[in-house]
């Protein structure tokens, strides 16, 4: 693997570039979540239809990753880093002035494209940082991740409350357009191009099943998991799974060459990806219905109050992400994410066992945010050096694609046991009991809990099978 000549300051400054992009799409990804209601009203349209503002966004993600990743090994990685970018100052420059919903849409669709800056900027880092350095470079990287998130909701509640959700595609267009310019100027060319033709069919093909099953997901809890348009979803998606697998043996010049999934590294770190998407998204569901919810089913914080909740994730991210970045050359990806497994596992017993109030809450998102990072930091470290350069970041287009999968779920999962368990709000008049509606019970989020100790665990048995490595001295040392 090539790596560049270059001193530590110019590496520092590349990654910061990288990073001030990733954390950009990330807060503004996460704002949209309390604007949703501020959304529904301005257009007034249903809370189905204002939940597409979202699921627009994170369908186009997944569908498009592998192809992004494709196109990155075969014209450059900058290239196509700068391409996404482009992609997305335009998307969040339309969304801020949509006059409809279908034109805030169709913006949020144009920004799933630039979504693939994420797995091309982990493959520059691997190339331009030394395998045993790769590691803390990519912890940076996945830090903002938890970062984003966080200032999302905690700068974005502020935002929708005082300016309006469109300001925050505003800022972000002229935030965008800076590191455009920075990474035009200043990020080099890395990688080895891959001499082939682009399998446009093959990504056709994973592009259309990938969104027919996230439609069904998004759409089972309103059109209902059996019915027959939504379950005709799911089987064509299936189906077109299986035409894929068997297109891509047959081509010439595949979109990613299925032997590579004989690398047990890689099998182990899509298999986890996508077990583990649904336990990590469900915990933000949790804590964000959960605190917002009125006394006595929740613990009644206003929208600014629930996004300070999740301030302890950035804050444990920002902390913890370095340091195993630091750690992992030393001791390997195995240890991390197997600790990582068995620490988010412990977070949903926090919130199972201990909730009554905001510093349990915050207690609890601290140690998720711990077990978050120790989890996504070797994913994304053991995809990146296990494979050939020339397929670098279409493997990461792959796993960030089966990653937005598990994610995707685990809201869904989450909110189907908050409406199949609720308790009536009641009501005393004229000394008679008035049921005014139904709220998610104790029962639910209980569910929620054990459901997400059971996916750790399922995650924690499956990272056993990783292939160990470590780096000392230069020499990569490998281990079972």
Known sequence: MKHYTMDIKTRTLLLLFLSSMLLIVNY????VIPALPTIESDFSISATLAGWVTSAYMIVAAATSPLMGKLADTY???????????????AVSLAGFSPNIWFLLGARAIQGVGFSIFPIAIAIITDLFPREKVAFAQ???????????????????????????????????????????????YL??????????????????????????????????????LAINNLALLISGLVLYGVFIAYEQRVKEPLLRLDLFKIRNFAVANIVGLVSGIGMFMVFIFMVYYSQLPRPYGLGLSIIES?????????????????????MPKIGP???????????????????????????LLEAGFVS?????????????????????????TGMGMNTMLRTLGGSAGPVAATVLMDSYQDPVIMMYNNQPLVLGYLPSATAFDYIAILGIFIMIVTLIVSLWTKNYTFKANKTAATT
């Open 28 to 31: 503004v990804e996460t704002m």
């Open 76 to 90: 450059g990685k900058k290239k196509m880093y700068v391409i996404a970018i482009g992609f997305y100052i335009v």
């Open 139 to 185: 912890a940076i990287l996945s830090a903002i991740l938890g970062i984003g998130p966080a200032l999302g909701l905690l700068v974005g509640s502020y935002v929708v409350e005082d300016l309006g959700w469109p300001y925050a595609f505003h800022t972000a267009a002229i935030l965008s357009i800076i590191v455009f310019a920075a990474s035009v100027a």
């Open 188 to 225: 080099p060319h890395t990688g080895h191009r891959v001499k082939e033709k682009v399998d446009y069919g093959g990504a056709t093909l994973i592009g259309l099943a990938t969104v027919m099953v996230l439609v069904y997901i998004t759409e089972g809890p309103t059109l209902g998991w």
């Open 307 to 327: 996004g300070l909740i999740m301030s302890p994730v950035a804050f444990g991210m920002v902390i913890f992400g370095p340091l195993f970045g630091r750690l």
């Open 334 to 360: 195995k240890p991390v994410l197997i600790s990582g497994s068995i620490i988010s596992a412990l977070s949903y017993f926090m919130l199972l066992v201990n909730r009554a109030t905001p510093v349990d």
């Open 369 to 393: 945010a711990i077990g978050l990072v120790a989890v996504i930091l070797p994913l994304v470290n053991m995809v990146a050096l296990s494979l050939p350069d020339e397929y670098r970041t």
